[in-house]
């Protein structure tokens, strides 16, 4: 029975997870949770996964929680030292990183050093700190597998494969729901018009940046800590169905490719089950009923947040910081309706602008970092 703990249970990949683990009766046990403050879900959970630890991140929420379920027999914890409780959980085998943002960093971090695989779902880790993370991870002998369905598609693409014989990466994207839009256009999307993803269910933050091609920059910079292949090695190709979730091409000119139905389940499941496939319930491909899968080149002249990412990238050290940080400040101040969709890319650029790079930074350089994007992003909106 694999023991799993998950940072962030209450959240979209996180009630999937669960859900993967009720499916499969007997084959995993769950050890820790986190949420944010949904206190009511996670005192659900704790009720019929039975972990030793749950944490939340207020105090206040702590005590409500501890009080809800005094009757069972779990230590609840709070804060950053919660988050870190619920990594390093002493019996747990894996961490499923299901939290949104850099907030995921530390316990990460923290997880590794215990030895804990990683089943990684909060891309910002590897985004802001992938120079950290995989060296660590390789130092500790830990396995990250990606939870990503474009990321465990490219991870299942190269099973058996010689890594050295990878020619190019090809990543993934339905294109949201404003494929084919003009940049004026994007200036008078509504939240409502964003959140409505024509492919995939996810959470809020996440689906704003599929619809701003944001989330498809910080994949490419993803992969290429997850894969050790440069950014020039990483080709992003629209496939509006969302049924080849990646492909990887080989030096001889073979692609491999994976395919299935938009459902984050089958690389939530793998990435618990692996090198094993479970069965999963579910609706499978009609090659038949499909009929076709087309293929169009993205626009990052109208997808800024797409192109700022791979300048990012190229420039590394702490700009992937810069461009995360403001991404995850300007969508918040969108979803409250407090500027435009473009706006987003308005404040992503003029951080980048502003920040002199670090080379090499550390974990409390880079926290700095963000504090200090969104001191900037405070300014500009006062």
């Given at each position: 029975m694999k023991k799993i703990a998950i940072l962030g249970s209450t959240g979209s990949i996180g009630?999937?997870?669960?859900?993967?683990?009720?499916?499969?009766?007997?084959?995993?046990?769950?050890?820790?949770?986190?949420?944010?403050?949904?206190?009511?879900?996670?005192?659900?959970?704790?009720?019929?996964?039975?972990?030793?630890?749950?944490?939340?991140?207020?105090e206040a929420d702590a005590r409500r929680l501890a009080e809800a379920v005094?009757?069972?027999?779990?230590?609840?914890?709070?804060g950053m030292d919660g988050l870190n409780a619920v990594a390093s959980e002493e019996s747990s085998q894996v961490l499923v990183t299901a939290i949104v943002g850099m907030i995921g960093i530390v316990p990460t971090i923290t997880a590794i050093r215990a030895g804990k695989d990683i089943a990684l779902a909060n891309k910002e880790t590897l985004v802001t700190a992938?120079?950290?993370?995989?060296?660590?991870?390789?130092?500790?002998?830990?396995?990250?597998?990606?939870?990503?369905?474009?990321?465990?598609?490219?991870?299942?693409?190269?099973?058996?494969?010689?890594?050295?014989?990878?020619?190019?990466?090809l990543l993934t994207a339905s294109g949201g729901p404003f494929r084919g839009k003009t940049f004026e256009e994007l200036k008078k999307v509504r939240v409502e018009d964003a959140l409505r993803h024509p492919n995939w269910n996810m959470g809020?933050?996440?689906?704003?940046?599929?619809?701003?091609?944001?989330?498809?920059?910080?994949?490419?910079?993803?992969?290429?800590?997850?894969?050790?292949?440069?950014?020039?090695?990483?080709?992003v190709v629209i496939q509006p169905q969302s049924i080849i979730h990646s492909m990887v091409e080989y030096a001889d000119g073979a692609v491999i490719a994976q395919l299935g139905t938009p459902d984050m389940k089958l690389p939530i499941q793998y990435a618990l089950t692996w090198p094993e496939r479970l069965p999963l319930a579910g609706p499978r491909l009609d090659f038949a009923a499909l009929a076709?899968?087309?293929?169009?080149?993205?626009?990052?002249?109208?997808?800024?947040?797409?192109?700022?990412?791979?300048?990012?990238?190229?420039?590394?050290?702490?700009?992937?910081?810069?461009?995360?940080?403001?991404?995850?400040?300007?969508?918040?101040l969108f979803l409250d309706k407090k500027i435009g969709f473009t706006d987003i890319y308005r404040i992503i650029r003029t951080c980048m602008d502003r920040?002199?790079?670090?080379?090499?930074?550390?974990?409390?350089?880079?926290?700095?970092?963000?504090?200090?994007?969104y001191r900037w992003i405070d300014e500009m909106q006062h």
């Open positions: 009630t999937q997870t669960l859900e993967v683990v009720k499916a499969n009766p007997g084959r995993f046990e769950v050890t820790a949770l986190s949420a944010g403050h949904n206190i009511g879900l996670l005192e659900q959970q704790i009720r019929a996964f039975r972990p030793r630890i749950a944490a939340v991140w207020e005094r009757d069972v027999p779990v230590e609840i914890c709070w992938g120079h950290i993370i995989m060296k660590l991870a390789a130092e500790k002998g830990v396995r990250i597998l990606p939870i990503d369905s474009e990321h465990s598609a490219i991870f299942q693409s190269m099973n058996g494969e010689d890594r050295g014989a990878v020619s190019r990466i809020r933050k996440i689906t704003i940046d599929s619809a701003s091609m944001v989330n498809k920059g910080l994949e490419v910079i993803e992969a290429k800590w997850l894969f050790g292949v440069t950014l020039d090695q990483i080709q076709s899968i087309t293929f169009e080149a993205p626009k990052p002249e109208t997808f800024l947040g797409l192109s700022y990412a791979m300048e990012a990238g190229r420039a590394g050290g702490s700009l992937p910081t810069v461009f995360n940080a403001a991404n995850e400040r300007a969508v918040a920040h002199s790079l670090i080379a090499d930074p550390t974990v409390e350089e880079i926290l700095e970092t963000e504090k200090e994007v």
